[in-house]
């Protein structure tokens, strides 16, 4: 199952699925006497510090960057699916999940992989 299914399919956001996320989108993680990430514009930053992309909403927010257009639907009914899709005015990435995080997660993993097969 790839990330975004799994993501999707998930219950619960966890650091794993967070730091497999941040790997997704070009961070680098490496083992010194601490765990630490290297962010694609070069900044080391602490393990332990790193977003939760899939565990708090504000992280994600910060990670995916605020400039975007987002629809955001937090479905009603016996499933509490979230939904998200992002630029919604011209039938963008849409993402599911059973958190806002996660479904920010996915609708945003999602948008990455159709920008880079579009590019």
Known sequence: MDLI????????????LSD?????????KRLHDIAEFIRPDGVIVNA???????????????????DDDWLF???????RQVHVTMHPDTGGAEGWGNTSALAFCAASL???KEEKSDG
């Open 110 to 112: 999602r948008a990455l």
């Open 48 to 66: 332990l510090a790193a977003p939760h992309v899939t565990g708090n909403l504000q992280d994600t927010l910060d990670w995916m960057g605020a």
């Open 5 to 16: 299914a799994r993501i999707e399919a998930t219950l619960e956001g966890s650091r794993s």
């Open 73 to 79: 639907i937090n479905k009603s009914g016996d499933t």
């Open 20 to 28: 497999e996320c941040l790997l997704a989108v070009g961070w680098e």
